[in-house]
């Protein structure tokens, strides 16, 4: 495996909430997305999903309240834990989650990516 630029990666795509896979490891896909605004309200009944942040800021918005991650902070959303990322303009991610894990969980709307649709970069 050769080593991989972060930054490289995120240059080379403009969309908004559409995970771009740069690695697997042990059952784990790395996956780096861009963000703007909200998501949608979702939760992974069988997997914890790490977000950590490399530029902007996101906000994990959870029903007990809001996680607000600055450039270089990451927190782990519980398994079964309904979420709804939002994100300032041009923020950039990163998450760590199971292969199995579906971008938006049960929910299905215009912006989920399935899982046989994940692009690699």
């Not at 969309?15 to 703007?36: D, F, R």
């Not at 894990?101 to 692009?119: D, L, N, P």
Request: net charge negative.
């Amino acid at each position: 495996m050769k080593k991989i630029n972060i930054a490289e990666k995120f240059s080379l795509f403009t969309e908004e909430w559409t995970p771009k896979v740069i690695a697997e490891s042990n059952g784990q896909l790395v996956k780096i997305a861009k963000g703007k605004g909200e998501l949608v309200w979702h939760k992974h009944d069988n997997e914890d999903e790490l977000f950590i942040v490399f530029k902007g800021q996101l906000t994990l918005q959870l029903r007990a309240g809001n996680i607000v991650l600055n450039e270089g902070e990451m927190y782990v959303v519980p398994k079964g834990v309904e979420h709804c990322p939002k994100a300032e303009p041009d923020t950039h991610f990163m998450m760590v989650e199971p292969a199995t894990t579906a971008h938006t969980g049960e929910i299905q709307s215009e912006v989920t990516v399935s899982s046989a649709k994940q692009e690699w970069i």
